[in-house]
C-alpha cells in the first residue's frame, strides 16, 4: 500500500498518538466525545487518543505545511483508538492507513483520488468490493427544500449514518409531516444519478449531480472497473467535517463490519481560524482490510510483471535454458524459467499468462546452432541470438518497457 502512495506522489507523514480533545470535539460532532478515550495530564491538559488522523494532519498542515506547493499530497499508516463496544472488526485499537490531498478540489484530482482508492485495494489482492459515490449536498439541500434548515440537520444526517431509516421516519414525520418524509426517504430507493428528480427549489442538488457525473466520467478514464463502483446517494459519514463528494468501499464478504474505506471531501480551517482550503481524503482500517483479505482466503501477494520466460523446449535445451536463466538472473532480472519441454506454443501461452516483456525458446535446433529464439513479447519482434549475446540482446528491450 506504502508502494501505491508513492505512486500516485503521496508523502507519508506521522503525527503523535495523542492530541488536545478539543482538535476533535471542535467539528467532528457531539457524538465523538462518548467514542473518544480522553483523559487530563499531570499540568490539567485535556487530551484524548486519536480516534483518527484527518484533523491531525490538517493541525500540522495549517502549522507547518501552508506554504508548500499545492496541490500537497499526504499519507499516513498508525493506530487510532475509539471507545466503541467491541465485536468482530471493531476494535477499540486499530490502524488507520489514509491520506489528504490539500489545494485541489476539481473533479479531475477526485477521481483520481478514486482511483488510489481503488488501486490500494486491487493491490492487496482483494478480490470483491465495492465503491459508493454520493454527495452530501443532495441530503442536505433536499432536507433544506423539504423544511429541515441545516443547524437542525446534523441529528438526522447521524440517523441516515446509521442506517437507522426507522428512527430516520420517526423524526421526520413528527417534524415535516409524513407526506414530506416518504419523499425523501424515497431516495434511499434510488441506484442512478438519472433517477433523481431534482426539486426546483433546490438548487444544490443539481450542481451536486453534475459534479458527481464529471468525476465518474474521469474516474472510468482512469479504467477503473465500473462493476465495482455505485452512485449511493445516502451516505451521510459519521464525522461532522465533510461538505461535498463523500465514499464509502465495502467488502460485501465481511458482516456488519463490512466499511474498508471510508472518505470525502472536508472543511476543517474553521477549527483552526484559517481560511477554507480544498481538502479531500479517505482512510481505511487496516485490521479490517486483513480480516477481508483472510476471508476471501485471497491473502496472495499482487503479481509482478514477469521480465523474461526462459523456456527449454526438448529434452537437450534443458541445461541451456538452466544457463540462460542463471545469466539472467545474475542481472537482476525477474525470470521464470520454464523446463517442462511441452512444445513453444505452451510456453509462449505460459508467458502470455505471466505478462513476461520478452521471451526466450531453446529446442533441439536452437541447441544444434548455439543461437536460441529471443522474442520480444510487446513489440513482437523476434530475432536468433548466440547464447551469450542473450543478456546485451534483452537490455534495452527491458529498458524500453520501464519507461
Ligand atoms: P471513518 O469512516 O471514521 O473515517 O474511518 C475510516 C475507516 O477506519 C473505516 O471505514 C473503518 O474501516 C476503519 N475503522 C473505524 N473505526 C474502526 C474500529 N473501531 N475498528 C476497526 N476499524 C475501524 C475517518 O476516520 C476519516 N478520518 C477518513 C477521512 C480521511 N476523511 C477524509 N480524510
Redesign the pocket.
Known amino acids: 500500500m506504502r508502494r501505491v502512495f508513492h505512486a500516485f506522489n503521496y508523502r507519508e507523514v506521522a503525527t503523535p498518538t495523542f492530541e488536545e480533545l478539543d482538535l476533535f470535539l471542535a467539528k467532528s460532532g457531539p457524538g465523538i466525545r462518548d467514542e473518544i478515550y480522553d483523559f487530563k495530564d499531570k499540568s490539567g491538559r485535556d487530551l484524548c487518543l486519536r480516534?483518527?488522523?484527518?484533523?491531525p494532519v490538517m493541525r500540522y498542515y495549517f502549522a507547518s505545511l501552508k506554504s508548500e506547493p499545492k496541490p500537497l499530497k499526504l499519507f499516513y499508516f498508525g493506530p487510532?483508538y475509539?471507545y466503541?463496544r467491541?465485536q468482530a472488526?471493531?476494535?477499540?485499537e486499530?490502524w488507520?492507513m489514509?491520506?489528504?490531498l490539500v489545494g485541489d478540489g476539481s473533479s479531475e484530482a477526485l477521481a483520481e483520488l478514486l482511483q488510489l482508492a481503488l488501486r490500494l485495494f486491487e493491490e492487496a489482492g482483494l478480490q470483491r468490493f465495492v465503491l459508493r459515490v454520493g454527495h452530501l449536498e443532495i441530503l442536505r439541500s433536499l432536507l433544506e427544500s423539504l423544511g429541515v434548515p441545516r443547524p437542525d440537520q446534523p441529528p438526522l444526517m447521524r440517523l441516515i449514518d446509521k442506517k437507522d431509516l426507522a428512527g430516520l421516519r420517526q423524526a421526520l414525520d413528527g417534524r415535516i409531516g409524513a407526506a414530506r418524509s416518504a419523499e425523501f426517504l424515497a431516495y434511499f430507493d434510488l441506484d442512478s444519478l438519472e433517477a433523481i428528480r431534482v426539486p426546483p427549489d433546490a438548487p444544490g442538488v443539481a450542481a451536486a449531480i453534475s459534479k458527481l457525473q464529471a468525476v465518474l466520467a474521469r474516474l472510468t478514464g482512469f479504467g477503473a472497473d465500473p462493476k465495482t463502483i455505485r452512485f449511493d446517494p445516502t451516505i451521510a459519514?459519521?464525522?461532522e467535517?465533510?461538505s461535498g463528494l463523500v465514499f464509502?468501499?465495502d467488502a460485501p464478504d465481511l458482516g456488519a463490519?463490512k466499511?474498508?474505506?471510508?472518505?470525502?471531501e472536508?472543511d476543517l480551517s474553521g477549527v483552526f481560524g484559517e481560511r477554507p482550503v480544498a481538502?479531500?481524503?479517505?482512510?481505511?482500517?487496516?485490521?479490517?482490510?486483513l480480516v477481508a483479505l483472510q476471508k476471501g482466503a485471497s491473502f496472495a501477494p499482487a503479481a509482478e510483471p514477469v521480465d523474461v520466460v526462459v523456456a527449454a523446449l526438448s529434452e537437450s535445451g534443458i541445461p541451456v535454458a538452466q544457463q540462460i536463466g542463471n545469466a539472467l538472473r545474475e542481472r537482476d532480472l525477474r525470470v521464470e524459467l520454464d523446463l517442462s519441454a511441452r512444445g513453444a506454443k505452451k510456453s509462449l501461452g505460459r508467458a502470455n499468462s505471466l505478462a513476461a516483456r520478452a521471451v526466450v525458446l531453446v529446442g533441439d535446433q536452437e541447441v544444434a546452432h548455439s543461437k536460441a529464439a529471443v522474442k520480444n513479447l510487446v513489440t513482437g519482434e523476434q530475432v536468433q541470438v548466440t547464447f551469450s549475446e542473450i543478456p546485451r540482446q534483452l537490455e534495452p528491450w527491458m529498458r524500453a518497457a520501464l519507461r
Open positions: 480516534p483518527e488522523l484527518t484533523a487510532c475509539r466503541d467491541p472488526g471493531r476494535y477499540r486499530f488507520q489514509g491520506c489528504e459519514r459519521g464525522l467535517y465533510y464509502e468501499l463490519e466499511q474498508l474505506l471510508g472518505g470525502g472536508y481538502a479531500v481524503g479517505f482512510a481505511l482500517g487496516f485490521d479490517r482490510t
